[in-house]
């Protein structure tokens, strides 16, 4: 690495979704929380009946029967093993104490416009990466003295970015009220990695000699990227730590993995990433979807399939007049309680964000698909998006209503 390498933080909102409740439930810190599952896990509030003062009581994961899975789990939790992606009903023969939180997105959307309004105010060139996470290119916000000019700029500038960093992170912390943590490196694979050393409320810098002492270490499936089956295959070939992958012959990591994995993966293990970072993405499609706790009948859950229907359709259309686009194809992804999943969609003449028309498309698409199966999922898809402002609103017809949508 040298002078002119680039220099690319990561921010990653620690334990976004619990960290967003205990703003809400400051009761609720130093104890293991977990979000998942739906309303009906909302906290009660009531009156205490000797002082008159408003008490909450919230939905722990004893007896929990059903079959949602973690969202996020505060640090608290994580020391029982419990852990995103897992299915609640093994946490709770884990934790079963642990505090049940319901998923509030609306709620993490806006602070995750806060946050990011945040960074980007300090340092513009910003690649969003999802709810909780962005790059920022810090490299034109340091310049290394004259007589470091050869050394990578990193380690030249270390106390300026050290100082650009922490005013990342103090003004996330004043737009929010969260903690996140700051990975910065030559390219966006080290950033990454090293946003998650040492969270939470973490600052971690890479610079020359840290590849080898802080991440050749760490497990082979740190590296994004590397899935849980190729952890699997590289552990069964003697390949457990990135620098085990990174002293593997490219040749046999080629034989094995085949010519683009293979190769990838020697590149990665040595730190060597040329992604630039992406300030300017036209998203493909908007979409929302929703797993159910149990299945439900499409003829005996009819009113609760729906009001999700409904309320599904209603999120796709606040995500398109939020963010300024409209769409001309619609559809709907089902899946049933055997797994199988099909998905029916339609394309209009013109592109729109008229929640009478995309409710009114979907449904069509509802009845396209076979419903003599209980379901599990249901999503809803507006795509070929346009920008809002670039299509005209013509009057139309009032559509037929759609409320026999499951009959």
């Not at 004259?146 to 650009?164: G, Q, S």
């Not at 698909?369 to 999503?379: E, I």
Request: with cysteine; aromatic share 6%; glycine share 8%.
């Amino acid at each position: 690495m040298h002078a002119s390498c680039n220099v690319i933080a990561h921010l990653d909102m620690d334990a976004f979704y619990a960290s967003v409740e205990l703003l809400r439930y400051p009761e609720l810190r130093g104890k293991p929380v977990v979000i998942g599952g739906g309303g009906r896990h909302r906290p009660v509030e009531t009156a205490d009946p000797v002082t008159g003062e408003r008490v909450r009581s919230f939905s722990t994961l004893h007896g929990y029967r059903g079959r949602g899975v973690i969202t996020t789990a505060t640090y608290e939790a994580r020391a029982f093993g419990l852990r995103s992606a897992m299915a609640m009903a093994k946490a709770a023969a884990l934790a079963p104490e642990t505090i049940l939180l319901p998923v509030d997105f609306d709620r993490y959307r806006a602070h995750s416009r806060k946050f990011k309004a945040a960074a980007r105010a300090i340092a513009p060139r910003i690649e969003d990466r999802g709810i909780d996470e962005i790059y920022i290119d810090l490299t034109d916000h340091v310049v290394a003295p004259a007589d470091m000019r050869d050394v990578n700029p990193i380690d030249a500038c270390r106390d300026a970015i050290v100082a650009l960093a922490r005013s990342l992170k103090d003004a996330v912390r004043a737009a929010t009220g969260l903690s996140c943590s700051i990975g910065v490196a030559p390219n966006k694979l080290l950033a990454k990695i090293a946003s998650d050393l040492d969270k939470p409320d973490g600052l971690t810098l890479i610079g020359d000699g840290d590849l080898e002492r802080r991440i050749w270490p760490l497990p082979a499936r740190t590296i994004n990227g590397i899935g849980p089956k190729t952890a699997a295959r590289l552990e069964g070939i003697g390949i457990r730590t990135i620098g085990e992958l990174a002293r593997a012959d490219p040749g046999f990591l080629v034989e094995t993995f085949g010519r683009a994995h293979g190769d990838w993966m020697h590149e990665a293990a040595h730190g060597r990433d040329a992604r630039p970072v992406v300030t300017e993405s036209e998203p493909q499609s908007i979409s929302r979807e929703t797993t159910f706790e149990r299945d439900l009948s499409p003829r005996r859950d009819r009113d609760a399939l729906a009001a999700v229907f409904t309320e599904l359709c209603d999120g796709v259309v606040d995500d398109l007049k939020r963010k300024g686009y409209a769409g001309r194809t619609i559809g709907v992804k089902l899946r049933y309680d055997n797994f199988t999943t099909v998905t029916r969609d339609c394309t209009q003449p013109e592109a729109t964000q008229d929640p009478g028309l995309i409710r009114h498309v979907a449904a069509q698409c509802v009845r396209r698909a076979p419903l003599t199966r209980p379901l599990r999922l249901m999503g809803v898809r507006v795509g070929a998006l346009v920008r809002a402002d670039a299509i005209a609103h013509a009057a139309r017809e009032p559509l037929p209503a759609t409320a026999d949508l499951f009959d």
